[in-house]
């Protein structure tokens, strides 16, 4: 971006886009610890929450596990390679774990995307990710003792969870 | 006026609990109403509870306060309950999660008493001398004077409306200590408020 245009953006309509975006997550991650059934999300609030532009850049992450700074960073690009957006419909949820495929740093920590749809196209992605106990864990030699390598797949279809992916 | 009583207990919102719930609602109401309204003096007309309890779904560490449907405890209370807190739910957190046992938690009821707003009435002018509310001196250093100076000390409890007191001064009182600084003054007003006038 030039200087000149630098200079015409407004730095109070900055701040006040920054914070409406800070709260949303913010509130994100309340509705995820206050929601939850696992000690670890409930207690530990091992978790964290974010909102992701249509081409998959961070627009924002909420102050909850630093740890987490990024470790998803690459989870909406990753999505977007195997799914293609025209074909999404709201409710449609993704679902991964794999570092290798944009998803955390290891595997019990589970992160899911969800398209939001403003008059019938994507606007943005809200996604979180949480330290799920209880997975695996058979060692730490190579990937597979981890638990379970989920790649970026859809785990919902118009808000309903697929059979394929429960089973 | 208003109290608040709570009696916690661990339940799980099924039907069997029914005589649970109304001996748990006949006891807050034995509180609120045989004790705390008596003793604070409220009409039978006057009176008001509401009761409401903390839900949440078995596993969860977060409640919601779900009013208590009215009338005797039935199984319609139960249902309601449960719909009540799945409605809270879907508001607060945008889903419900269906065929998820509910628990109780924490049953409260909040005690109204209506009484009549306290009337605030003017008293008389008493004129501007403060000099009967002076309880002695006291050598204080001041900012504003660089020194120590003779400042006379007042009791707030003994000053009227009226009096009319001029900096460096001390007001005591029973939760504060009141410093009227050099050039500024202090009056009292007829509800006896010390209004300051700053230089």
């Not at chain 1, 207690?43 to 909102?51: G, V």
């Not at chain 1, 999404?88 to 939001?116: C, K, S």
């Not at chain 2, 208590?68 to 739910?89: E, K, N, Q, R």
Request: with cysteine; net charge negative.
């Amino acid at each position: 971006m030039s200087a000149s245009a630098l200079n015409r953006i407004d730095p109070i309509t900055v701040e006040v886009i920054g914070s409406a975006l800070s709260s949303i997550v913010e509130e994100m991650g309340e509705a995820l610890v206050r929601a939850s059934f696992s000690t670890n999300i409930k207690e530990r609030r091992d978790c964290s929450t974010a909102l992701f532009d249509t081409r998959g850049t961070t627009l924002c992450q909420a102050e909850h596990i630093p740890m987490h700074l990024g470790s998803f960073i690459g989870i909406i690009p990753e999505i977007l390679k195997r799914h293609p957006a025209e074909k999404m419909q709201p409710g449609d949820v993704f679902i991964g774990n794999d570092a290798y495929a944009g998803a955390g740093t290891h595997l019990p920590d589970i992160v899911l995307g969800e398209p939001i749809f403003i008059d019938g196209r994507i606007a943005a992605w809200p996604v979180n990710t949480a330290h799920h106990a209880d997975f695996a864990d058979r060692g730490h030699a190579h990937i597979y003792q981890e638990g379970l390598r989920i790649p970026p797949i859809r785990l919902y279809r118009r808000a309903n969870c697929r059979a394929t992916c429960r089973s | 006026l208003r109290a608040d009583f709570s009696a916690t207990r661990l339940l799980a919102l099924s039907s069997p609990i029914i005589g649970e719930i109304e001996a748990i609602v006949a006891d807050l109401r034995r509180r609120c109403c045989a004790v705390w309204f008596a003793d604070a003096g409220i009409e039978t007309n006057d009176r008001r509870v509401a009761l409401s309890v903390d839900m949440r779904y078995a596993g969860q560490n977060y409640e919601l306060s779900i009013p208590l449907p009215t009338g005797p405890v039935t199984y319609a209370t139960i249902d309601g309950l449960a719909a009540g807190f799945a409605a809270a739910h879907q508001r607060l957190y945008g889903f419900d999660a269906e065929d998820e046992p509910m628990q109780l938690v924490t049953f409260r009821a909040e005690a109204t008493g209506i009484v009549r707003k306290a009337e605030l009435r003017p008293t008389a002018d008493a004129g501007p001398d403060a000099r009967a509310a002076e309880l002695g001196r006291r050598n204080v250093w001041l900012s504003e004077t660089g020194a120590f100076v003779s400042c006379p000390l007042y009791d707030r409890e003994r000053l009227f409306a009226g009096n009319h007191i001029e900096g460096p001064a001390i007001v005591e009182q029973m939760d504060a200590t009141i410093l009227i600084v050099p050039g500024a003054t202090a009056t009292v007003d007829p509800y006896l408020n010390l209004l300051l006038e700053l230089p």
